[in-house]
């Protein structure tokens, strides 16, 4: 079911928005139009278990870091047999902003680096290898994840990456 809620986009994401609604749907039907890219999504709420095949959305995901401390964020849930970092691109939420930990193909410089780090919080000997789980019920139970690094795409054919710290 759609929420006739306001549209943003999903980097502007805070943890307030993540608390109040776990999923989060993107509107590519409203590519063109002004203010909105493929990046906007809207709030959607279902009932029952959520289906990935049914749209392409985010959910709210619990981040375990290194050290043993929680932090929340968010995911893009995964259609079986497409469950790599690359398809649900983890994103930590903080309150100072958001740290993407799949990078696409751009690797992160010292600068973004350390960055990351300080809307973290933390160090990267407390962040990695850090765990992820899904918080929205979802058709095939919830989608996990363990993250060593930042990862960035070296590779299209065969999905290779490699870790960034």
């Not at 039907?29 to 289906?51: I, M």
């Not at 929680?70 to 047999?81: D, E, L, M, N, Q």
Request: charged share 25%.
């Amino acid at each position: 079911m759609l929420l006739s809620r306001s549209r943003k986009q999903v980097y502007e994401l805070t943890l307030d928005d993540l608390n109040t609604f776990p999923i989060w749907e993107f509107k590519l039907d409203a590519h063109g139009a002004e203010g909105q890219d493929e990046a906007t999504v809207q709030p959607y709420t279902v009932s029952g278990l959520l289906d990935p095949k049914d749209r392409m959305f985010v959910v709210r995901a619990a981040f375990t870091l290194m050290d043993g401390s929680r932090i929340k964020g968010y995911i893009t849930p995964p259609v079986r047999s497409r469950e790599g970092m690359d398809t649900m691109q983890p994103v930590a939420v903080t309150a100072k902003g958001q740290v993407r930990f799949w990078c696409g193909t751009s690797a992160p410089d010292p600068k973004r680096l350390a960055h990351n780090y300080n809307l973290l919080g933390r160090e990267a000997a407390r962040v990695f290898p850090l765990r992820f789980e899904s918080e929205v019920q979802l058709q095939g139970g919830p989608a996990r994840g363990s993250i060593p690094g930042f990862l960035v795409l070296e590779d299209f054919q065969t999905r290779m990456s490699r870790t960034v710290m």
